[in-house]
Every structure is written in C-alpha cells, then in structure tokens.
Nanobody, 121 residues
Framework: QVQLVESGGGLVQTGGSLTLSCAAS????????MAWFRQCPGQEREFVAT????????TYAASVKDRFTISRDNTKNILYLQMNSLKPEDAAVYYC??????????????WGQGTQVTVSS
C-alpha cells in the first residue's frame, strides 16, 4: 500500500527545465515499480518513464528520451522526473504511479493527484 503526492509543476519557457517529485507515504515504496504518465484534456494517459524497484532499470517514451531522467530515492520514498529542454508538446498534467515496471498504465495500482506542467513558446 502506498499513497503518492506529486509536486514541482509550473510554468517554464521552451528549452527550460523542471524537476517533478512524487512523495510516497507508504513504507512499502521500495516494493513497487514506479512510473510517470502525462495527460492532456480529452486525451488518453500517455506513458513517460518507468523505473524498477531498485532503480536499476529505466524505460522512456521515445518523445522524452535523452531529455527526461527518472530516478528514485528509496531511503526518502521519493520519485523524481528531471525534465530538460522542455517543448510545448510536453505541457500536460503529470502523474506518478506505483505498480509494476511497465509502460502500461493498467499495470499501476496507485496514483498521485497530478501536477501541471505548462511550457510557453
């Protein structure tokens, strides 16, 4: 069991950077694969990045590879998404999720409330 709260979203110019955080309250944080998804109004949830329980494996969507970095600190129960070289198409509500190490949102059992990222051009 884990509860998730995202933070760090905001407004940034094209080419800028943001780091999102996802704080987990459950003591079983390290038992879960974690992921970031994003969603625009009227659109399906889109995979961004996922990380294994130990942090040793990561997978990225092609659209963010080489620009975003997912990481986790299991001693602090925090998941991160470092976002560099942001583009207008990166604007969305970003959600963290706990479940399996997977690109499929249906594999995740716990979700945060989301944090808004806006990119100006």
């Amino acid at each position: 069991q884990v509860q998730l709260v995202e933070s760090g979203g905001g407004l940034v110019q094209t080419g800028g950077s943001l780091t999102l955080s996802c704080a987990a309250s459950g003591r079983t944080f390290s038992s879960y694969g974690m992921a970031w998804f994003r969603q625009c109004p009227g659109q399906e949830r889109e995979f961004v990045a996922t990380i294994s329980r130990s942090g040793g494996q990561t997978t990225y969507a092609a659209s963010v590879k080489d620009r975003f970095t997912i990481s986790r600190d299991n001693t602090k129960n925090i998941l991160y998404l470092q976002m560099n070289s942001l583009k207008p198409e990166d604007a969305a509500v970003y959600y963290c999720a706990a479940g399996l190490y997977s690109t499929d949102y249906k594999k995740y059992s716990a979700w945060g409330q989301g944090t808004q990222v806006t990119v100006s051009s």
